[in-house]
Structure formats: C-alpha cells, structure tokens
C-alpha cells in the first residue's frame, strides 16, 4: 500500500486526474473493509465525473450496489 500512497500524492501533485481515478480505483479494490473500499470510490467516482472518464457510469454503480449512492 506504500507504493500505491506515493502513486497517489503523485499524482495529487501532477494534478493528474485521469491518474487518480485508476489509483483511487485500485485502492478500493484493495481495501481491507467496506466502508475504506466505499471512501476510495467515491473519490475515483468523484475524478471520473470530473474529467469525463469513462468509468464514471460503472464506478456508480459499483457504490449503488453498496448502497453508497
């Protein structure tokens, strides 16, 4: 999770959001519980949105399937 931190404040600092989506995606999925799985989505969701990613529509639903959105 060390390697997948610096991938994050990496490219919180490039600004990269693309990047994030991607990154925060991996991090829910490697979530050790729920409610950290759902804070990572959000914030992929939430990049997605923002940038027009295509993932958007299939991270939403991943948080609806968790009762999340």
Do not use: K, P
């Not at 990496?10 to 990154?23: M, S």
Request: glycine letters at 6%; a negative charge.
């Amino acid at each position: 999770m060390a390697d997948l931190a610096r991938r994050l404040l990496d490219a919180h600092a490039r600004d990269d959001r693309t990047a994030l989506v991607a990154l925060y995606e991996e991090a829910a999925n490697g979530a050790n519980d729920l409610g950290a799985a759902c804070f990572y989505l959000t914030h992929a969701w939430v990049f997605a949105l923002d940038v027009g990613h295509s993932a958007a529509d299939a991270l939403h639903d991943r948080l609806y399937r968790l009762g999340r959105a």
